[in-house]
Nanobody
Framework: QVQLVESGGGLVQAGGSLRLSCAAS????????MAWFRQAPGKGREFVAG????????VYADSVKGRFTISRHNGKNTVFLQMNSLKAEDTAVYFC????????????????????WGQGTQVTVSS
């Protein structure tokens, strides 16, 4: 049974930083493009960042560009989201997602279907 388990969420003041992790029980982790999404209270799910299987390509939502960094460690089946300069509007439940693909088009990472999703981790930024 495939599992994606997020961790690292919490309460932080505006301007602070958090690092989210997503551990995946995927046999061929490097063949999956990975992404982070978030959902704020009363709002729809929003794409945050995506990374190719090998880690060489990344894409970000405009709202987090320059503040967030996605990375992955294929040897540890883990994807990370480093979040700096956090704002109150970053408050949301953050989810990681995995998509099996041999050559992901980074431009479609926000809208493509994903095969697996984690349960989410809460990030709360106080102003």
């Amino acid at each position: 049974q495939v599992q994606l388990v997020e961790s690292g969420g919490g309460l932080v003041q505006a301007g602070g930083s958090l690092r989210l992790s997503c551990a995946a029980s995927l046999r061929t982790f490097s063949r999956y493009a990975m992404a982070w999404f978030r959902q704020a209270p009363g709002k729809g799910r929003e794409f945050v960042a995506g990374i190719s299987g090998g880690g060489s390509s990344t894409v970000y939502a405009d709202s987090v560009k320059g503040r967030f960094t996605i990375s992955r460690h294929n040897g540890k089946n883990t994807v990370f989201l480093q979040m700096n300069s956090l704002k109150a509007e970053d408050t949301a439940v953050y989810f990681c997602a995995a998509a099996w693909t041999t050559a992901p088009a980074m431009a479609t990472m926000a809208s493509r279907p994903y095969d697996y999703w984690g349960q989410g981790t809460q990030v709360t930024v106080s102003s």
